[in-house]
């Protein structure tokens, strides 16, 4: 009778493994929750390209800023930006679709650019999450050499 006893009891062993089995997935569900909270995946594959850009400002009439990529990473001319006072942007204006060593960009404001005015050019992450200024320049006084 003892044994027939042992066979029908295993109510010791289903307890402690459900236990266990609710600790694990609630530990993996937290994990991948705070993953996508936290944004930690994008982190790591989308990091603030690392470039230089020269500005040279034409006070002689056509009152343009000349952006010029000096060197560092190339750069997909969709995810960058020029913005000051007075500029549309038009992407097309760049000589290829990869903002590459040598590549010129041509501003000009439609209010004409005033001494102080800041010209920026912002990089955005392929996923539009997040976005950083690259370089700025400000626009000197007309009795200046840029």
Same mark, same amino acid.
């Not at 993953?35 to 002689?60: C, H, I, K, R």
């Not at 007075?86 to 000589?95: L, R, V």
């Not at 990089?123 to 999450?129: D, F, V």
């Given at each position: 009778?003892?044994?027939?006893?042992?066979?029908?009891?295993?109510?010791?062993v289903? !307890?402690?493994?459900?236990?266990?089995?609710?600790?694990?997935i609630?530990?993996?569900?937290?994990?991948?929750?705070?993953?996508?909270?936290?944004n930690?995946?994008?982190?790591?594959?989308?990091? *603030? !390209? $690392?470039?230089?850009?020269?500005?040279?400002? %034409?006070?002689?009439?056509?009152? *343009?800023?000349?952006? #010029?990529?000096?060197?560092?990473? &190339?750069?997909d001319?969709?995810r960058?930006?020029? /913005?000051? !006072?007075?500029? $549309?942007?038009d +992407? $097309?204006?760049w !000589?290829? $679709? *990869?903002?590459?060593?040598?590549? *010129?960009?041509?501003?000009?404001? /439609?209010?004409?650019?005033e001494e102080?005015d800041?010209?920026r050019? #912002?990089?955005?992450? +392929?996923?539009?999450?997040?976005?950083?200024?690259?370089a700025?320049?400000e626009?000197? /006084? %007309? &009795?200046?050499?840029?």
């Amino acid at each position: 009778m003892r044994i027939k006893e042992l066979l029908e009891r295993d109510d010791a062993v289903s !307890p402690v493994i459900g236990v266990i089995l609710m600790v694990a997935i609630t530990v993996i569900l937290a994990a991948v929750i705070a993953s996508f909270v936290l944004n930690l995946g994008d982190q790591a594959q989308q990091q *603030t !390209p $690392t470039v230089s850009f020269d500005f040279e400002y %034409d006070s002689s009439g056509s009152g *343009t800023v000349s952006i #010029t990529h000096a060197s560092g990473d &190339s750069l997909d001319r969709g995810r960058i930006a020029v /913005s000051g !006072p007075g500029i $549309t942007y038009d +992407e $097309t204006n760049w !000589p290829s $679709t *990869t903002v590459s060593a040598g590549d *010129t960009y041509s501003a000009s404001s /439609s209010d004409d650019f005033e001494e102080g005015d800041v010209v920026r050019i #912002t990089w955005t992450a +392929e996923s539009g999450g997040s976005s950083s200024t690259l370089a700025e320049f400000e626009v000197p /006084s %007309d &009795s200046e050499d840029a």
